[in-house]
């Protein structure tokens, strides 16, 4: 039972562009929602977060959207660059479950020049 | 910065070994986290800990068991290494309620069993 679902493996875009990660939940107790990125032999690295009292969370060029009646958030990084290339994780967690994480299976992002 | 360490990148062991692998975290964080990594599956967790000597299974606990007997120190402990438990193991700590859980992770231990 998957309660966080990356459907895309991997996604290919061009240096300058805009790349959109997708992550889908089933679990209406989620209330705070991470992406982390991680590079080969690395261990993944925090990148943003949001509540779920909010829709949108940005940082630099790092923006979150959360959707809570369609259960979906999305990662964009506007512009991309070739150091984004990394598999990027969407995690969820409920706030009275001691930090507790549910990871998403991962998209492999690769920004081209 | 909060620090993970990870007592080894690489291991190459024989099923039916006993292997240990060791995490250790500088920030005293309560929270301590033991996830496995493989192709396709994300990150699965397997055991994790709220405090010293307090232990909790996670979603895979089969085959692993774990140990906590200092704050900073979380080891997780493969009692008959086998074939399917080659992968990329992850260790994570953090601090209760801050930023509803957000986890510090070490840098990985890709163990091969043979």
């Known amino acids: 039972d998957q309660q966080v679902k990356q459907n895309s493996p991997s996604l290919s875009v061009q240096e300058g562009r805009i790349s959109i990660l997708n992550c889908d939940y089933t679990?209406?107790?989620?209330?705070?929602f991470l992406w982390y990125k991680k590079y080969p032999a690395e261990g993944p690295t925090f990148l943003i977060s949001i509540s779920s009292i909010k829709d949108k969370n940005e940082d630099g060029r790092f923006t979150v959207f959360l959707n809570k009646s369609a259960k979906h958030l999305s990662l964009h990084i506007v512009p991309s660059q070739p150091g984004d290339s990394a598999v990027y994780f969407c995690?969820?967690?409920?706030?009275?479950?001691?930090?507790?994480?549910?990871f998403g299976q991962g998209t492999e992002l690769s920004v081209k020049p | 910065d909060v620090k993970v360490t990870q007592s080894s990148r690489y291991l190459v062991k024989r099923t039916g070994e006993k292997v240990f692998l060791e995490c250790v975290q500088d920030m005293d964080h309560e929270n301590m986290f033991w996830y496995r990594q493989d192709p396709g599956l994300g990150l699965r967790l397997i055991y994790f800990?709220?405090?010293?000597?307090?232990?909790e299974k996670g979603d895979i606990p089969e085959g692993y068991s774990v140990s906590r007997e200092k704050k900073e120190r979380f080891s997780l402990i493969l009692e008959s290494a086998s074939t399917n438990q080659t992968s990329m193991y992850l260790c994570a700590s953090s601090v209760p309620g801050q930023g509803a859980g957000t986890q510090y992770f070490g840098p990985g231990t890709r163990l091969l069993v043979l």
């Open positions: 800990s709220y405090d010293v000597k307090m232990k």
């Open positions: 679990n209406s107790m989620f209330d705070y």
């Open positions: 995690a969820a967690s409920v706030y009275n479950q001691g930090g507790k994480l549910i």
